[in-house]
């Protein structure tokens, strides 16, 4: 059977991950090559190119090693193990990243780590050392010093246990102290000048800017003006589809200009909820701009045609010697696509004859160096006759776009990335008030649970062959169950909540440690080095850590059924590491900064009490949905409904002669709000009660 993944097998004799690669290798006494690379990565394109469709790498890895290649995607666990196990033979090496490349032995002992690798050590690859070299080097070493190999493999290992119960089993006790820490390493690491955090390469940090809505909307200044400033700069930065909508994966600047040019659902999702939420919380129109911008590129190019479900990503290239081409415009391009409009794009997207991609002279990424009213002001045009320009600008140059070999997409329905994607929809559909996208989304969630569950109600991370695979796993438990208690609060269809506290019942049983922690997979009795062993972590990267979702949703479910468990279990996990939060942490842990606050200042909610048809219950359930208050519990409950009524009962509100609005913080309330007006006023008084 071919390896599971999307890219080229080459002359290589590539083989499926599982215990039988192990029992070959044993077998014919050869050391494993593992490649881990993904359909949307550039360099793992270009480490087949160079290296692995190199004649004599093929033939060196066909005769002497027993070659398997993954894929990231589909197997994120694996991925991960290998990301963070240190090498015998170069411990100190903790380059990760994809590719990733790693020599095992056939008792799995990692021996060599390494990222991308030229076929060997040629002036030209800038490398002291090639595949070649390195593969021979090592094999050399473990022929001849096997067994030192294996003891100082067994003393690493144990270092390397006890650093990771040391980094994560650290109970303490949750308070505020804890949140202004993880605000304090933000602002160490912030940068000031273009926004974001850091410096190149610069990723979005989705779990922080999350943090920092949160922060804004308690506090103020300085959270508003770093959140605000970093969402502008991403949005003009070329690390934006300037003509297209959505974010390529990172900027290898720290302007934001340069990007790599794969676009991700799982950066584009939580982006989505982040500029529709800054809209709402701001009224800063540009932020609705973008959020609908992101919108149209993901119901373009990822949502499946009959709403099946998100696909996964976008491929940055279209060939081996493509390097962002169907992205990317040189001034000549841009005067022949957009005619009498070309003078004014090529200014207002800081075009040039030189170009921003190094050895491709000329090719310019599209991105807005000043801001509309600015550019209007350097071309002494009014603001609305230039945003009319730019439009018709941008009409032609998608039309000529389109007439590009686009990118390849990876259409596979993974479960955590659906769930991050119907939970941003839902959120964008009541920021934005598009109906569309609520409808759209719901149908894609009917699928997800019909195609992706098995019959504990249980998701798998996705199905090849008519089976689900990789069944268990956290990641795919916290973001669907985070999206079904959405789904559930939009629609007060109970199959929803149910399907929740399946998803929930099971993270309790099977994905908890014995101090509270949650693990990535179910840990099964080990039958050999193929099964590698579950995973504790907090960290968010890229995307906020499964285990702060999975926290905050068990805390959410406690206050929709009224099951203390769930709650008990999100805070013992967030207990379970509390202890270890420092500003060390830097960018990693706004996802836990934003679930340990929910523990100990929510949940917030908004809750509408009134006949579902009422004009007023209506107006208000609107106002509801279009306000920002973090991670808010908004239900709009019907009294005549018998659903609805158990509902009013678990949370303990009462009805009244009129439509009304409880805004609360926990189980305190503020005065009921009976218009849109009064329930604006009471939101803007539940942010100071904070």
């Given at each position: 059977m071919a390896p599971e993944t999307q890219t080229k097998t080459h002359e290589i004799q590539w083989r499926q991950w599982g215990s039988d690669l192990f029992d070959q290798a044993a077998r014919q006494d050869k050391l494993i090559i593992f490649d881990s690379g993904a359909t949307w990565c550039h360099w793992c394109h270009e480490m087949d190119r160079l290296t692995y469709e190199d004649p004599e790498v093929a033939e060196l890895i066909n005769s002497r090693f027993v070659p398997v290649r993954i894929d990231r995607d589909r197997l994120p666990q694996v991925d991960a193990y290998y990301q963070q196990a240190r090498a015998t033979l170069n411990p100190n090496n903790r380059a990760g990243g994809w590719p990733l490349t790693v020599v095992i032995s056939p008792e799995g002992?990692?021996?060599?780590?390494?990222?991308?690798?030229?076929?060997?050590?040629?002036?030209?690859?800038?490398?002291?050392?090639?595949?070649?070299?390195?593969?021979?080097?090592?094999?050399?070493?473990?022929?001849?010093?096997?067994?030192?190999?294996?003891?100082?493999?067994?003393?690493?290992?144990?270092?390397?246990?006890?650093?990771?119960?040391?980094?994560?089993?650290?109970?303490?006790?949750?308070?505020?102290?804890l949140v202004d820490e993880v605000f304090s390493g933000l602002t160490l690491a912030f940068d000031s000048t273009h926004g974001g955090f850091g410096s190149a390469p610069k990723f979005f940090a989705s779990g922080s800017l999350e943090f920092l809505l949160l922060?804004?909307?308690?506090?103020?200044?300085?959270?508003?003006?770093?959140?605000?400033?970093?969402?502008?700069?991403?949005?003009?930065?070329?690390?934006?589809?300037?003509?297209?909508?959505?974010?390529?994966?990172?900027?290898?600047?720290?302007?934001?200009?340069?990007?790599?040019?794969?676009?991700?659902?799982?950066?584009?999702?939580?982006?989505?909820?982040?500029y529709a939420n800054a809209y709402a919380l701001t009224g800063e129109t540009q932020f609705a701009d973008t959020a609908r911008n992101i919108l149209h590129w993901m119901n373009e190019t990822l949502l499946d045609e009959n709403r099946k479900g998100f696909y996964a990503s976008q491929n940055a290239d279209v060939g081996h010697d493509d390097d962002?081409?169907?992205?990317?415009?040189?001034?000549?391009?841009?005067?022949?696509?957009?005619?009498?409009?070309?003078?004014?794009?090529?200014?207002?997207?800081?075009?040039?004859?030189?170009?921003?991609?190094?050895?491709?002279?000329?090719?310019?990424v599209l991105h807005r160096p000043r801001t509309l009213d600015q550019e209007a002001k350097l071309l002494s045009m009014q603001p609305e006759t230039l945003a009319h320009k730019i439009t018709a600008a941008n009409k032609k140059l998608l039309a000529t776009r389109s007439t590009r070999p686009a990118p390849s997409v990876d259409k596979t329905i993974f479960a955590d990335i659906n769930g991050m994607c119907i939970d941003a929809?839902?959120?964008?559909?009541?920021?934005?008030?598009?109906?569309?996208?609520?409808?759209?989304?719901?149908?894609?969630?009917?699928?997800?649970?019909?195609?992706?569950?098995?019959?504990?109600?249980?998701?798998?991370?996705?199905?090849?062959?008519?089976?689900?695979?990789?069944?268990?796993?956290?990641?795919?438990?916290?973001?669907?169950?985070?999206?079904?208690?959405?789904?559930?609060?939009?629609?007060?269809?109970?199959?929803?909540?149910?399907a929740a506290r399946a998803v929930a019942d099971f993270i309790l049983d099977s994905l908890v440690d014995e101090t509270g922690s949650f693990l990535s997979m179910a840990d099964t009795a080990s039958t050999g080095p193929a099964d590698v062993e579950p995973l504790i972590g907090w960290q968010d990267s890229p995307t906020r850590s499964a285990s702060s979702v999975a926290g905050q949703m068990l805390i959410d479910?406690?206050?929709?059924?009224?099951?203390?468990?769930?709650?008990?279990?999100?805070?013992?996990?967030?207990?379970?590491?509390?202890g270890g939060i420092s500003q060390s942490w830097s960018t990693f842990l706004g996802g836990y900064g934003v679930s340990a606050e929910h523990f100990l200042n929510g949940p917030r909610s908004v809750l509408v009490v009134g006949p579902s048809q009422d004009e007023a219950t209506i107006a208000l359930t609107a106002e509801a949905r279009r306000r920002f208050v973090p991670s808010a519990i908004v239900l709009a409950l019907d009294p005549s409904a018998e659903a609805h009524r158990k509902q009013l009962e678990t949370l303990g509100y009462a009805t009244m002669d009129r439509p009304v609005t409880y805004v609360c913080l926990g189980k305190s309330c503020l005065a009921p709000a009976f218009d849109s007006a009064q329930l604006s006023r009471r939101i803007d008084e539940l942010a100071k009660t904070n």
């Open positions: 002992i990692v021996l060599f780590k390494a990222t991308f690798l030229p076929p060997r050590q040629e002036p030209k690859f800038g490398r002291a050392i090639g595949l070649i070299e390195t593969l021979n080097q090592v094999d050399r070493i473990w022929r001849d010093k096997r067994e030192s190999i294996t003891a100082s493999a067994a003393k690493l290992a144990e270092a390397s246990s006890l650093h990771t119960k040391d980094l994560y089993d650290r109970p303490g006790k949750l308070n505020q102290a922060k804004a909307w308690t506090s103020g200044e300085p959270a508003q003006s770093m959140l605000t400033k970093t969402l502008e700069m991403m949005s003009r930065g070329g690390v934006f589809d300037q003509l297209g909508g959505g974010f390529h994966r990172y900027s290898v600047d720290e302007r934001w200009h340069v990007p790599h040019f794969e676009k991700m659902a799982y950066d584009n999702a939580p982006l989505l909820a982040i962002g081409g169907y992205f990317t415009w040189t001034e000549s391009q841009m005067r022949a696509a957009a005619g009498d409009d070309a003078d004014i794009a090529i200014s207002y997207y800081g075009v040039d004859s030189i170009g921003d991609m190094g050895d491709s002279a000329g090719k310019n929809y839902l959120t964008a559909a009541g920021r934005l008030e598009d109906e569309t996208a609520r409808t759209d989304v719901l149908a894609v969630l009917d699928s997800v649970m019909s195609e992706l569950r098995n019959a504990e109600g249980v998701f798998g991370h996705y199905r090849r062959d008519d089976k689900l695979q990789g069944v268990g796993k956290l990641a795919d438990q916290a973001w669907m169950g985070r999206a079904l208690l959405h789904a559930y609060q939009v629609t007060l269809q109970l199959e929803y909540l149910e479910l406690t206050h929709l059924t009224g099951e203390q468990k769930y709650a008990d279990a999100g805070a013992k996990a967030l207990t379970s590491f509390a």
